[in-house]
């Protein structure tokens, strides 16, 4: 009988850890003992040591409860008959509960951010990958998602931090969209389990892409009749096209249009005070 | 549908900048009469010159500052700064001008007049990427001022800029602005 875990093979008794519901938990399968009648799984904290039994019957998988979470266990299987128990043990496997993501923050972030994205969960082993998955992007942005997910790290069992960065807000360059869309996180562990889930990251517009022309120096951090002219010049155009300014596509959509007029003129006037956008005007 | 959407959005936007503003500075009632005398009476071509127009009965305080553009070409938006006595006078309203509407283009006007004593102005055209030839003075839009005390105030432009047609727009050169003094007694 081999005893198998999740996502890998064990030779001997065959014992797999298989996909379990949730964190606290392992899920195991194994190949069938000839002439066993049922299976007993044996699982403690040391290796071969094993302080617990779960008698599943003739079921060859079985998923673990109400484990610690980050702790170390190793498991091995017996099958038995009216004759008794096998001698023998499985080949013993060992590994972490499987790995659970219950949060990630932030959800709301800004045009051009850089910041740190918090995983936060359960049984992130050293070592453990994320993995990233954008979905939801506008049409206009397919294959071009302007959302990076670097400088992955596990920071303990129950967090794992990445470095996100929302593109972009220098000038030339187009903006993140204003919207939300969502992100598929997975973290693997090195012993291959997985956990997964979804979080949703809203971008929003940021206040600094209404200096439209910041490249002008007389008017540097200024939202003034000059950015409200670049803008209106571009208006109407699409990314491609005649007279097209990305710096004046404020929210990123690919088209200069009402929208970003609306965004323009509810910033208009304002002044940037070295943190903030203020609503009166420059001195 | 959704880029049709944002289509009818802009141009309900533009259309409703395009009715003239609301002021941000409420006034109070006085018996001030206001009056306004221009630092040039005829500046000729190549300049922004402001005039005024006193109201009248109840309407004395008020004074409308018509800031017109005079002889020059290519022109394709406008920005500057509105500076005046903030213990002196108050902005009340605005409303569009008629240069930039030329040939029936649709115009975006911007006035924020957060910063009591300043206004800033932006007009700018939103079809075509076409500059105006100006023959003659035309109106770029009009400011209405109410004076709040007695005494005089300097109307200046600040960081002032006609801008062309060119891409991305930029500064016309060889433009003089020229603001004015206003008055209540």
């Known amino acids: ?220 951090n200024r939202i003034d009749g000059k950015d409200l002219v670049w803008l209106a010049y571009s208006f109407g155009s699409g990314e491609g096209q005649p007279k097209h300014n990305s710096d004046a596509d404020l929210n990123g959509d690919g088209f200069v249009d009402g929208e970003d007029l609306a965004y323009l003129a509810t910033r208009f006037g304002g002044c940037w005070t070295g943190s903030a956008w203020s609503a009166g005007a420059c001195p | 549908m959704r880029r049709v959407k944002w289509i009818v959005t802009g141009l309900l936007l533009v259309s409703t900048l395009g009715c003239g503003g609301g002021g941000s500075e409420s006034g109070s009632s006085t018996n001030y009469a206001g009056s306004f005398v221009p630092d040039a009476q005829n500046p000729g071509a190549n300049t922004v010159y402001v005039t005024g127009s006193p109201g009248t009965g109840s309407n004395a305080s008020l004074v409308t500052l018509h800031v017109y553009v005079n002889n020059t070409s290519d022109v394709y938006g406008a920005s500057f700064d509105v500076s005046f006595d903030s213990t002196k006078a108050q902005f009340v309203n605005w409303t569009p001008g008629e240069v930039l509407e030329f040939g029936g283009q649709s115009v975006s006007y911007q006035v924020n007049a957060t910063t009591p004593g300043r206004l800033v102005v932006g007009v700018a055209r939103t079809s075509g990427g076409v500059g105006v030839t100006v023959s003659e003075a035309k109106p770029l839009v009009h400011l209405t001022l109410r004076v709040t005390n007695t005494g005089s105030s300097a109307v200046r432009f600040t960081n002032p800029a006609l801008l062309n047609s060119q891409d991305p727009p930029a500064p016309k050169s060889g433009m003089t602005f020229f603001g004015g003094m206003l008055s209540a007694v």
């Open chain 1, 1 to 220: 009988m081999r005893l198998l875990p999740h996502g890998r093979n064990i030779l001997a008794l065959g014992l797999l850890l298989a996909a379990p519901a949730s964190a606290g938990t392992v899920g195991l399968r194994w190949d069938p003992l000839a002439g066993a009648t049922g299976y007993r799984v044996h699982y403690g904290a040391s290796p071969g040591s094993y302080s617990s039994v779960r008698d599943v019957g003739s079921a060859t998988s079985t998923t673990l409860t109400n484990l610690v979470n980050c702790s170390s266990y190793y498991i091995a299987v017996k099958g038995y008959s009216s004759q008794g128990e096998s001698l023998t043990y499985s080949n013993e496997v060992t590994g972490w509960s499987r790995p659970e993501i219950t949060s990630a923050s932030p959800a709301a972030v800004r045009q051009g951010d850089r910041l740190t994205l918090n995983v936060n969960g359960a049984n992130f082993q050293p070592g453990a990958a994320l993995d990233y998955d954008i979905v939801g992007l506008p049409t206009s942005l397919a294959g071009d998602p302007l959302v990076r997910v670097e400088n992955i790290g596990v920071v303990s069992c129950n967090q794992i931090q990445a470095q996100l960065t929302i593109e972009p807000t220098a000038a030339g360059l187009r903006a993140m969209e204003v919207g939300s869309f969502a992100v598929n996180l997975d973290v693997v562990n090195p012993d291959t389990v997985v956990g997964a889930s979804t979080t949703q990251l809203n971008v929003q517009f940021s206040e600094s892409r209404a200096d439209v022309n910041e490249s002008d120096a007389v008017t540097a």
